[in-house]
């Protein structure tokens, strides 16, 4: 993304080294920092020019951004405890107050914090001498070939110190690649630290035979040490469209979530619990059911033995009967002197 507050310099020449490609760098000293400027804290700053109402961006790039920005907001710890941080898309960087801004499509800047009055020109923009550092990581979203992302910014962005240097270019208008990344080394050059692998017919990405599915599960992942906080590049819906998206993932290579996707997973997680709290209370009444169907079992066979054994005893007690009744029978006999035949 262009914008009419960024300084660009025509004639500058970006210098890096990129050990991947097979090609010497011309040799020019870029380690020299620019000599920053610290104005006192009452030096009036109306002059600066934090914003101006031009930059005109695409939908894709409005969504990549938001998705770059808001769930650090929502999901992320931050770098370690206690460690605050700063991410914005399409707000100035001031590392002078006698240059104009540079605008980063998104920046992540750490152990920082926004000024209380967002309106004074002090917390407009990122103010370097301000907060007392560049931001760490910077991404560029290509929309055409006019941005400068592989000349002018990055010179610009090794100049001021930034660490991370990362372009997305979803159409590969100024690179092979749709996502590159580079590293600031000590002598003030951006050396390419990787590249995501070609995009190829209908737009899929094969990288060692292995293609971004619509799962989102890449495992193409890059680690930034310096922010605790990674990169991967993700296939799946986001607001309704189903296309290959940067997100920040942990070390697992599992995305951060937005807020939207963070309430979504508690929802889900909501009604699994649910799920298995009724699937529990199902299994406790099925439980409680066979044990009462056992126990009316146990007591129907009881009952039945009762039975039985009520049976025999009417059977005793009616053989008994019957015995006593021959008894009497014979004796009544023999009084009237007959001997029966037994």
Known sequence: MTSTITAVKETQRVIFLD????????????????????????????????EDDTPVDNFFSEKQQRLLTEPLYSSWTGPGENRSFLVAANVGVFYSPYEPAIVPDVFLSLDVQ??????????????????????????????????????????????????????LDPKCQVQSSLLTLYKLSPTGRYV????????????????????????????????????????????????????????????????????????????????????????????????????????????????EKEIAWQRVEQEHQHAEQEHQRNERLIAQLQALGITPQL
Request: hydrophobic share 30%; proline share 5%.
């Open 19 to 50: 050990p991947l490609d097979d090609v010497s760098a011309p040799q020019q000293d870029m380690s020299a920092k620019p000599e920053i400027f610290l104005p006192p804290l009452s030096w009036q700053l109306d002059h600066l020019i934090t």
């Open 114 to 167: 926004m000024a209380e009055d967002w309106w004074e020109t002090r917390g407009r923009s990122y103010l370097i001498w301000e907060h007392g550092k560049p931001p760490e990581v910077v991404i560029e979203i290509v929309s055409n070939t006019k941005g400068y992302e592989t000349s002018t910014k990055m010179y610009d962005y090794a100049k001021i110190g930034v660490i991370y240097y990362v372009i």
């Open 192 to 303: 390419k630290i990787k590249s995501s692998p070609e995009i190829k017919k209908k737009g899929k990405m094969i990288a060692h035979q292995q293609t971004i599915e619509s799962n989102g599960k890449s495992k193409l992942a890059w680690w930034l040490d310096e922010v605790n906080l990674g990169l991967t590049l993700w296939k799946n819906l986001h607001e309704g469209y189903e296309k290959i998206w940067l997100r920040w993932c942990d070390q697992n290579g599992e995305v951060i979530p937005s807020g939207i996707e963070r309430a979504k997973q508690e929802r889900r997680r909501t009604e699994q619990e649910r799920r298995r709290t009724e699937q529990e209370r199902q299994r406790a009444e099925q439980e409680r059911q066979e044990k009462e169907s056992a126990l009316q079992r146990a007591a129907q066979e009881q009952h």
